[in-house]
DNA sequence: ACCTGAACACCGTTCAAGT
DNA sequence: ACCTGAACACCGTTCAAGT
């Protein structure tokens, strides 16, 4: 008969259906290997039968945060349409604690990157075909860089409540205005 | 009489530069605590005499990075000036292993962030007044987003060797070439 | 096939005690 | 004032042994 603490059976999505649940609760550093073998009421080492890894976890749960990008739709010009992207990103990574540091490392291993595709579409209907791959590198990085600071920022705070605050959401904006008007306009 | 492994004073500048040493040669895994004092031919408690803990010495390692990024003159227009200051932040960040996620570290703590001032002149100077803090986020996010997922790629590599390789030097350009750009010109 | 138990080789930080 | 020595509370990972 099953008994109620041992909830799921372990298997690989468990462990990261598991990982997430800790990262939304604890962060990044509240999700070790310990903590989550904890959860799953199992020795940490038999989480290495499932996954090879930490960093291969990692990856893992990068790619259940990209996934959760929603599809985005046509707009009137391309910069509008780019506009939506970007917020599109900034969203998925930022709905969980310390998501861009994952999310970042998760493209570093080859993590598919959801932006390319919507990008590349993108830049189809409005006659910027090559421009597609700089434009998937530009908003990639700049979200993940300003959504990195942020999330960093708040850890700090969190730390130590004497840090001032940081308007991140106002510098997103501030920052993809000047990025998609380009230098050439006021 | 001084004694050959007693070579230098400890002082927090000389813990400093030693950090910065270990970083050069180790990355950030190497620069523990325990490395630094034993480089120093210290116990590791007695950093903490001249540092309060290893966030705050990895901040003051930022300040140096950062402040390695020389002056920038003007050129003939704004999108070339605003590309070198982006050039020269990548190439202050790239310079030390891990650089950008320590740089990105520190700029969350508060440093202060040379980009802004160079920016700030070159919007002036073309008037862009408005832009000039849109654009100090959009290049420091892009830069240091991009350099971020270079290193964390070269260090994935170093552990996996069979990782395959990434152009992050043309990604740059392509990125900077499309942000500077804009999505209205193809 | 899948998990336990114990160990290895590390971490950052604190703190009484020395000088 | 500045440093040692020892400890505290952690890490990720490995591996023989169990079932």
């Known amino acids: 008969m099953p008994v109620p603490w041992a909830a799921v059976a372990l298997t ?3 462990v990261v ?3 997430l649940e800790i990262l939304r609760e604890s962060g990044l550093p ?3 290997m310990r903590t989550l073998a904890g959860r799953l009421h199992v020795q940490p080492s038999a989480l290495y039968w499932h996954v090879p890894s930490k960093q291969a976890l990692l990856t893992a749960v990068a790619e259940r945060i990209l996934a959760t990008m929603g599809a985005v739709g046509a707009a ?3 910069g509008a349409e780019l506009r939506v992207v970007a917020t599109a990103l900034r969203t998925a990574v930022t709905a ?5 540091e994952i999310v ?5 291993a080859g993590a598919e990157n959801p932006v390319a595709d919507v990008v590349a579409e993108t830049c189809r209907r409005h006659g910027l075909e090559g421009r597609a791959s700089g ?3 530009a908003l990639t990085a700049f979200v993940l860089g300003l959504s990195l600071e942020q999330q960093t ?3 700090l705070s969190v730390a130590d409540p004497s840090t001032p605050p940081g308007s991140f959401d106002a510098r997103f904006e501030e920052g993809l205005d000047a990025l998609l008007a380009g230098p050439a306009s006021a």
């Open 12 to 14: 690989r999505t468990a």
């Open 96 to 100: 969980y604690p310390d998501g861009a």
């Open 17 to 19: 259906d598991t990982a």
């Open 76 to 78: 009137e010009t391309a």
């Open 135 to 137: 434009w998937t590198t």
């Open 104 to 108: 970042a490392l998760g493209l570093a």
């Open 153 to 155: 920022h708040h850890n």
């Open 30 to 32: 509240g999700m070790s």
